[in-house]
């Protein structure tokens, strides 16, 4: 990248970062050789680097910017905040009106019967949290032997020591001594990755029926929890078959079991409904919520909790956990803003009915791509899995994902590479225009890429 630098601010930066930056998820080798891509400003859908390019982020930020950059509003809901209260804790019986607000705010959004939240600074410590209050609840109700928390292979909760565990990445279980103990997992339902010659049905009624198998294998006296994704995101936008939720439901009712919906991603509109557990009909117990909580203006998490939980958590004394940036005002005040946005644009309504269909529909014309063996998605998530032969599913030896992502970046797009599975999550202010910018990028930069691999 270095060659293509005009910048002498940008060669500073990158200078900085060598010398002393060991950002989050990077191969510090390989970057040190070349230098970051220093990101400086942002606006609607789009954000510039240092060297004045502007490039159309089909990822919002991380899953995150879901209202947009830009939104003033939020702006001045923080610099109020920060005024008249920057910080106070809520430990040892005390509040602020940001927090209760919010939690008031998300329970309106939130499935029936959940009504309460907890919050926490991030995903990674919302599904901390969810670790511990799950055996905590089973505690309370006497049975401190349900401890057991079945995930998936290839979810992602986080990269806490809990939030890595109850994912299910070998790449990440494989530093650092994880899975803690008492985690389990299944297969997940990735059917263009994992069917082999079962037909979509089929493999999701499979993926599915591991969770029974796994139950009955643990024991369901042992079993606290299962937790999920509604849709894998980092894992690569894996949309289940449509008959996985069903079946999951159906074990699920069988067994004295919680069901944890990670709604990190999905949450806050992502699906076309508040909650992806809305858009599948799911009744999860607990709900991990983060970033488009604030569409990650500011960081903040959390987790919604089923009120049967939370009448025995009320029998249960003190419950000792908690963080000091727990339900922080100047995000509670960020994230009601934010809510409030997202409810009077009806932002969520206009991704379900009008700009969802329309990206999905715009985004299933690559599928006669020659690199792409399949094109999926839901609401304003979606993925290409790129391959060498279509009706095998072969891949290219050695993957051609990170060069497709290089292609985008130097091309004014923004979609993220997980292996051989490209992926985009923009933001759901996105109008038809800058779809059809996203979707013309994309095949450009496939292009691209067919001409590398053709030699
Ligand atoms: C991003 C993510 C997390 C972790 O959130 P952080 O804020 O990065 O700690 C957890 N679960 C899911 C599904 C995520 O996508």
């Known amino acids: 990248m270095n060659s293509q630098v005009t910048n002498p601010q940008t060669l500073e930066w990158q200078a ?25 400003k942002a606006e609607g859908v789009y954000v510039w680097d240092s060297e004045g390019n502007k490039i159309l982020d089909g990822m919002a930020g991380l899953w995150c910017v879901n209202v947009g950059y830009g939104r003033e509003e939020l702006v001045q809901a923080a610099t109020r905040q920060m005024r008249e209260l920057p910080f106070y804790n809520l430990f040892f019986q005390t509040a602020h009106p940001p927090a209760v607000e919010l939690s008031k705010a998300i329970a309106d959004i939130a499935p029936e019967g959940m009504n309460h939240v907890f919050f926490t600074g991030s995903g990674s410590e919302a599904n901390d949290t969810v670790l511990r209050m799950v055996r905590h609840y089973w505690a309370i109700k006497g049975q401190p032997q349900k401890k057991v928390i079945i995930g998936r292979w290839n979810g992602y909760h986080g990269s806490t020591v809990a939030g890595v565990s109850l994912g299910g990445m070998k790449a990440l ?12 997992h299944i297969a997940q339902p990735y059917w263009f990755g994992e069917g082999g010659d079962m037909a ?18 643990v024991g369901e006296d042992k079993i606290a929890a299962f937790i999920a994704e509604p849709i894998q995101g ?19 009712a069988k067994y004295d079991i919680l069901f944890i919906a990670d709604e990190v991603i999905c949450g806050f509109g992502r699906t076309g409904e508040w909650f992806g557990s809305q858009y599948y009909g799911n009744a999860p117990d607990l709900m991990p919520i983060a970033k488009g909580l604030t569409s990650g203006y500011i960081p903040m998490g959390g987790v919604i909790v089923r009120d049967e939980i939370v009448h025995t958590l009320n029998e249960g004394g003190e419950f000792y956990h908690g963080f000091t940036y727990s339900g922080h005002p100047v995000a509670a005040a960020v994230a009601l ?28 014309e690559l599928a006669d791509h020659p690199l792409v063996g399949e094109a999926r998605g839901v609401g304003m998530v979606a993925a290409l899995e790129l391959v060498k032969n279509k009706q095998t599913r072969e891949r290219y030896a050695g993957g051609v994902g990170m060069q497709c992502r290089e292609h985008c970046f130097r091309n004014g797009l923004i979609m993220r590479a997980v292996g051989d599975t490209m992926i985009i999550s923009p933001p759901l202010v996105i109008s038809k225009d800058e779809v059809d910018e996203l979707v013309t990028k994309a095949r450009k930069c496939l292009d691209l890429t067919l001409a590398d691999v053709k030699g």
């Open 234 to 252: 980092a894992g690569g936008v894996i949309v289940p078959p449509e008959t996985y939720w069903p079946k999951i439901r159906e074990i699920l």
């Open 337 to 364: 803003e934010n809510i409030r946005i997202l409810r009077e644009e009806k932002i969520v309504e206009k991704v379900k009915a009008e700009t969802a269909p329309y990206l999905q529909q715009r985004w299933q």
């Open 200 to 217: 979509p049905a089929e493999f999701g009624v499979w993926a599915a029926e591991q969770l029974e198998k796994k139950i009955l294998e």
């Open 16 to 40: 900085l970062g060598r010398d002393h930056h060991l950002p989050p998820f990077t191969d510090y080798k390989a970057l040190n050789a070349k230098g970051a891509r220093i990101i400086t």
């Open 173 to 184: 279980h494989g530093q650092g001594d994880l899975p803690i103990p008492g985690i389990e």
